[in-house]
């Protein structure tokens, strides 16, 4: 489980075709890794991806097809900024949202505009993502934790700080570019449960 509080941004360092799917090389960034273990998770743009080699240079993760097909990473360039955030330990601060790592769908930015300090950001979403999706409730871009302001039948609009944008992967980010979104966890049980009454 992760925040949606991103520690650091990286970069995609290489990419290498392994027997019909990948291997990932991401450049540190900053991430503290002093501690870091094989097979321990990490999420990279809202993707929670496991460790299967590391050095002082980055780290790296085997990408299923299941992930290359429902992410946005299979299609990132070489050198792309990455949000970076390590699993959540028992003893952390909650200060996002819990976000399980688990992409629900890909978005794409529709419309950036100035509102005061912040930014106004829009988000083109499937409909299939966009019923978990409540004003005020929590939804990851790109693994980020943010709370919705607006939600209607197209997408959903959040406010982005200025720290949230200097120092997440939203600085390199444009209008129509991909996104992965994952819906707040707590929203997916509740259909589940009240379908379960229903029946």
Known sequence: MFTGIIQSVGRLAAR????????????????????????????????CLTVVAWD???????????????TTLGALPIG???????????SDR??????AGHVDAVGHVAAVHDDGRSQRWRFHAPASLLRYV??????????VSLTVNAVDDEGFEV??????????AFVATK???????EADTVARYVE????GAES
């Not at 909650?94 to 976000?99: A, M, N």
């Open 16 to 47: 290498e075709h392994r027997g019909g799917d990948q291997r990932q090389t991401y450049a540190w960034g900053g991430l503290a890794h002093d501690d870091i273990a094989l097979g321990e998770s990490i999420a990279v743009n809202g993707c």
């Open 56 to 70: 002082d240079e980055g780290w790296s993760a085997d990408l299923s097809n299941e992930t290359l097909a429902l």
């Open 80 to 90: 792309a900024p990455v949000n970076f955030e390590r699993a959540l330990r028992a």
């Open 94 to 99: 909650l200060g996002g949202h819990l976000v």
């Open 134 to 143: 409540a004003v005020k409730g929590s939804i990851a871009v790109d693994g």
């Open 159 to 168: 406010n982005l700080v200025p720290h949230t944008i200097a120092h997440t």
């Open 175 to 181: 209008v129509g570019d991909a996104v992965n979104l």
């Open 192 to 195: 589940r449960l009240l379908a």
